[in-house]
């Protein structure tokens, strides 16, 4: 096992990978004397003290030089500093029988802890969150980085809760309270690479490292090495029991240069959990692999089904929102019907590159839908969101929000959108070294030419990522004259998806997902239990007349329209503009 380890006997284990460490490698905790080390044959060293938990320690490289434990479960300062020996335990759970929900009940709320006020502030909107009809909270990084704020995809200490947000308890008291109100908590793992502040691996340890595959954030992780497996196998089951974390969300996996080491991690958690809890692993995955949902892997991120949303409501076709502008009504029927848009096609912008694999028999549950989330706001120059995008347009707005919330892929909310939040949510960092705060200020100004600005004029600065006060304006919960309503809207949509919808979830099947003209699809379920789920949606500014669709049933019931009327209208065979419909035709 990684890091220090208190034994029974109330020594400590402390193992560390060092293949390449100096000579002069030594471990250092306070109070004691030096301890030198020497890796085997393998690269191990390890060696037991007796120190009790709350010792601080380091190793030693050189006269100049001490670093933390890579698996540092807790550090005393920053991450430059000790790390903190910490035994396992030690929390008394209020709801030691909780075993997770299906993943079929799901809906996800993603969200920055430090922008909730950390581990404690986040607990006191948990109700507010269960009462909307959020069942998964999913948080950000939490790993450990440099500074005070961070998206937290920089953390260079994957096993250390950040400290910023709380204690180690304050985090278990967190995932407790939620528990306990019949929700879930998944964690948002970065195993892609490390942060630029504070990763020493390669001084003592360059072979966790690649020589001959370099990624936009340096030398390529080596998942070739059983050690560099071991490590992040060890952290995704840490977080899954230390924590009593519900599911991990993997960021950008595109990026693991071994992608064939992705069945396996899924593999090493769920034989380790006892089958009788319900783990969730979710991807993002650029590449769209089909094929990990078939290994071990709940679902992946739908980036294909934002996209083409996005076009059609704000009619962006910059980057790679020039993929979906061409036919995006037929894209937006395919990713209703069978997940991804790109399933091995070539794209508009890299016609070389054939994206995706096809998803034929994997559940629509295998798809997490969003409008929204972290990256696809706060990676925009100014972070807007799409109430400011598409700000003359809220109907249109409201209609993909209904279409999002009652398809039977899982939703995910971005923090905010639930009351109608128009703060922005802007990428923010804090290095304390002026050359790294630099660097990233200047990567931003190349990575925004003045064409992708979005609404701002393109005169107006860059937000600086290293100010406070980037920091400060992302915070989300800001009440507006039509917050009230935007929650209301939420809750009630979440409402009839619990209770229609989510108990005849699995199992569901596509049937038929189709264009029934400019901006407007239909689209049809067949359920567990027998029944049609059927939904219409007209994303345009225009009302659709002379659908060629086959009328609903007398027997459909109503479960939501956005528009009043629209479900007569669409009896005769018309859709309003910026509507959407849902209906449920019972089992005969």
Not at 148 to 166: H, K
Not at 499 to 507: E, F, K, N, S, T
Request: proline share 8%.
């Amino acid at each position: 096992m990684f890091g220090a380890q208190v034994m029974s006997d109330g020594t400590t284990c402390f193992r560390l990978w060092a293949p390449s460490a100096p000579p002069s490698l030594a471990l250092e905790i306070e109070g004691l004397a030096p301890i030198p080390l020497r890796p085997d044959a393998t690269g191990w060293i390890h060696t037991r003290v007796d120190c009790p938990p709350g010792a601080r320690y380091q190793y030693r490289l050189d006269t100049q030089r001490t670093v933390p434990d890579p698996a540092s479960r807790r550090q005393a300062d920053d991450v430059h500093g000790p790390s903190i020996v910490t035994a396992s335990g030690g929390y008394a759970w209020s709801h030691p029988d909780w075993n997770g929900r299906p993943w079929e009940e799901a809906v996800v709320y993603e969200v920055h802890v430090g922008l909730a006020d950390g581990y404690a502030g986040l607990q006191q909107r948990l109700p507010a969150l269960a009462a909307l009809g959020v069942t998964v909270v999913q948080l950000m990084p939490i790993a450990d980085v440099s500074g005070q704020r961070n998206w937290g995809y920089d953390g260079v200490l994957p096993f250390a809760p950040n400290p910023r947000y709380g204690t180690p308890l304050q985090l278990k008291t967190l995932i407790d309270t939620a528990h306990g109100l019949g929700m879930s908590i998944m964690l948002d793992v970065v195993y892609n690479h490390f942060g630029p502040d504070g990763n020493y691996l390669a001084l003592y340890a360059r072979e966790f490292f690649r020589d001959d595959i370099q990624t936009p954030w340096g030398p390529a992780i080596d998942f070739r090495r059983p050690q560099v497996c071991r490590y992040f196998e060890e952290n995704a089951l840490y977080w899954l029991t230390e924590y009593r974390f519900d599911g991990l969300r993997l960021d950008a996996v595109h990026a693991i240069a071994n992608p064939e080491w992705l069945p396996r991690l899924a593999h090493y958690v769920r034989s380790h959990i006892p089958a009788s809890r319900h783990i969730h692993l979710v991807v993002e995955n650029d590449d769209n692999r089909a094929s990990l949902l078939r290994q071990g892997y709940d679902a992946q991120w739908n980036d294909d089904g934002h996209h083409v949303l996005h076009h059609l409501l704000t009619g962006e076709t910059h980057g790679y929102y020039a993929d979906y502008a061409t036919e995006p009504t037929a894209m937006l029927a395919r990713c209703l019907n069978t997940g991804f848009v790109y399933q091995g096609q070539p794209t508009l912008r890299d016609p070389a590159r054939r994206r995706g694999e096809p998803t034929s028999g994997l559940p629509p549950t295998a798809f997490v839908l969003f409008l929204q989330n972290h990256d696809q706001v706060g990676n925009r120059a100014f972070g807007e969101r799409l109430l400011t995008l598409a700000n003359k347009r809220p109907a249109a707005l409201r209609a993909a929000v209904a279409l999002q919330l009652l398809t039977p892929q899982i939703p995910l909310i971005f923090m905010g959108e639930e009351c109608g939040s128009v703060a922005p949510f802007l990428y923010f960092t804090d290095y304390r070294d002026p050359t790294l705060a630099q660097a990233v200020r200047d990567g931003r100004r190349r990575e925004f030419d003045f064409g992708i600005r979005g609404q701002q004029p393109a005169s107006q600065p860059l937000p600086d990522p290293n100010e406070a006060a980037t920091y400060t304006a992302s915070y989300p919960w800001v009440d507006t004259p039509d917050s009230t309503q935007w929650h209301e809207y939420y809750q009630a949509l979440l409402a009839v998806r619990q209770h229609m919808i989510v108990p005849r979830l699995a199992g569901t099947h596509a049937e038929a997902a189709y264009v029934l003209g400019s901006s407007v699809v239909g689209a049809h379920w067949r359920m567990s239990d027998g029944a049609r789920l059927s939904l219409y949606a007209n994303l345009g500014d225009q009302d659709a007349d002379s659908l060629q669709l086959e009328p609903p049933s007398d027997t459909a019931v109503l479960l939501f329209q956005s528009v009043a009327g629209a479900c007569d209208a669409l009896a005769r065979a018309c859709l309003p503009a910026a509507c959407t419909v849902c209906l449920l035709e019972e089992a005969q």
